[in-house]
């Protein structure tokens, strides 16, 4: 079992790792000085894209793409409102980009190819510069070449801290993601057409931080913000907590790393590929107590990693605050404009390109598939926003299969569904279920074109994907 370090020696013991090197040197006071430092060191972290051997099976090496060699790649920490810097190399022999998922950031920041960058080409680096205006729980990825990248590795967790931190006494972030191995820890075909054209090929070893049912050791009595990422490519996972011993107390307390108005009681809550769910989470007092969190099917609880009560150091306050809430503009709902998507199949045989390889295209957004861009040559949008304008959205998924449907550069609103009760909250993915509709609402107020699509990496290439213009 691991201990899980308090929250603030974690965040001193991270920004010590992972800063650049330069800046733990003290500045001087000379103005001169500090401007020549700033302008010479004015990185937070480095992040290098290349091949690495990961443990992802014990004793077993998978040839693995991961940021700086390793798997959990290492967790981005920012403060609410402040400006973050990230250098990024790649080291990778194919183009590479970050996108720094659910952060309503400036577009040219936004790390998809063509539409607000350059691809970063191999030995290339490009500086990524931007201010995080919400508090929470979000990751980064990149978004081209998307299938093989992000499937070997290449996801992380961006941790927004409130500029007064809650006083929760333990933290513990738990990034889930599946892997397609095979029994000796190599690659099995990461897409298999006949599943992209389903729900989404998956994987055959599932993780929580790059192991295998860890066990984690906490202080009895303890309050802790268990944040859960769903990195994975294609799989939703139904998230529940299990006492061996007693009930436990257990809320939900944001969504996509937006806080919820009120926290609710954990039963179950499902997060799709891209999704987020923080929980508050207070421990018994008791030592020795199993708390499981478990992907629920029906009856049975898949165990994903186990929390164990232990004698506490020192005295937990068992402080459950509830989260202040995010600057996002309230939409005017009566006076919204309306607008409607509908994802569906598309039933046509895939073209073969003129090398003979086939092109899939399975999926459809208002009858349109996904025609990829290159430079000069950027489809048009699916829609157009007027900048400041409240609008209603209706997604309409018209095939068996659930989608989660992110919008890059927005939160919005998720208000009502035709097939199950749920919350108003806000968010920027919404899983829909299988022939369900669901209305979002949001205010259109950061300019840019933002990528529109299904978070299930396969749908997504193979035409579940388009983009807004916002102006």
């Not at 990778?92 to 996108?99: C, E, G």
């Not at 690659?187 to 992209?196: M, T």
């Not at 309050?223 to 998230?239: G, H, P």
């Amino acid at each position: 079992m691991t201990k899980q370090m308090k929250r603030r020696q974690f965040l001193q013991l991270t920004a010590a790792a992972l800063v650049a090197p330069q800046f733990l040197v003290a500045c001087s006071h000379d103005n001169h000085d500090e401007k020549i430092h700033y302008e010479i060191h004015a990185f937070d972290y480095e992040l290098n894209a290349g091949e690495a051997a990961l443990e992802l099976l014990n004793n077993r090496f998978t040839p693995g793409l991961a940021y700086n060699g390793q798997f959990p790649a290492p967790v981005i920490r920012a403060v609410q409102g402040k400006r973050l810097r990230i250098r990024f190399t790649n080291h990778l022999s194919q183009p590479s980009t970050i996108h720094w998922h659910g952060i309503r950031n400036d577009n040219a920041m936004d790390g998809v190819p063509w539409l607000t960058q350059k691809p970063v080409m191999p030995g290339e680096t490009f500086v990524y510069d931007f201010v995080c205006p919400d508090a929470g729980t979000f990751w980064y990825h990149p978004h081209i070449h998307s299938i093989e990248q992000m499937s070997k590795g290449m996801v992380g967790a961006l941790i927004v801290d409130e500029p007064e931190v809650p006083a929760f006494d333990q933290e513990l972030i738990l990034s889930l993601k599946d892997w397609r191995l095979d029994e000796n820890g190599q690659f099995l075909p990461l897409s298999i057409p006949r599943e992209a054209f389903r729900a989404g090929t998956l994987g055959t070893v599932n993780t929580v931080n790059g192991k295998v049912a860890p066990e984690y050791t906490l202080p009895a009595g303890s309050s802790v913000r268990v944040r859960l990422l769903n990195l994975d490519n294609t799989r939703a996972y139904n998230i529940a907590f299990k006492s061996d011993r007693q009930p436990i107390i257990a809320n939900v307390i944001a969504i996509d790393g937006s806080p919820v108005a009120e926290p609710w009681p954990l039963d179950a809550h499902a997060i799709g590929a891209g999704q987020r769910l923080d929980v508050a989470l207070l421990l018994p007092d008791e030592q020795e107590v199993k708390i499981t969190v478990a992907d629920r099917k029906g009856r049975f609880h898949v165990p994903l990693c186990h929390i164990h009560t232990a004698v506490a150091d020192q005295q937990s306050k068992g402080l459950m605050p509830v989260l202040p809430a995010n600057p996002v503009k309230k939409p005017d709902l009566e006076n919204a404009e309306k607008m409607r998507f509908v994802f569906e199949w598309q039933g046509a045989l895939s073209p073969t390109l003129a090398n003979g390889e086939l092109q899939h295209d399975f999926w459809l957004i208002n009858r349109r598939g996904w025609e990829g861009m290159s430079e000069g040559n950027i489809p048009e949008p699916l829609a157009v926003m007027r900048r400041g304008k409240s609008y209603i959205v209706e997604l309409k998924n018209n095939t068996p299969h659930q989608h989660p449907i992110h919008m890059h550069g927005e939160i919005f609103t998720v208000l009502d569904s035709d097939k199950k009760a749920l919350r108003v909250h806000q968010a920027d993915t919404v899983l829909l279920d299988k022939y369900e509709t669901v209305h979002i609402a949001l205010v259109a107020d950061n300019p840019g074109r933002w990528m529109f699509h299904c978070h299930v990496i396969e749908h997504m290439k193979t035409g579940l994907m388009g983009y807004i213009t916002i102006a």
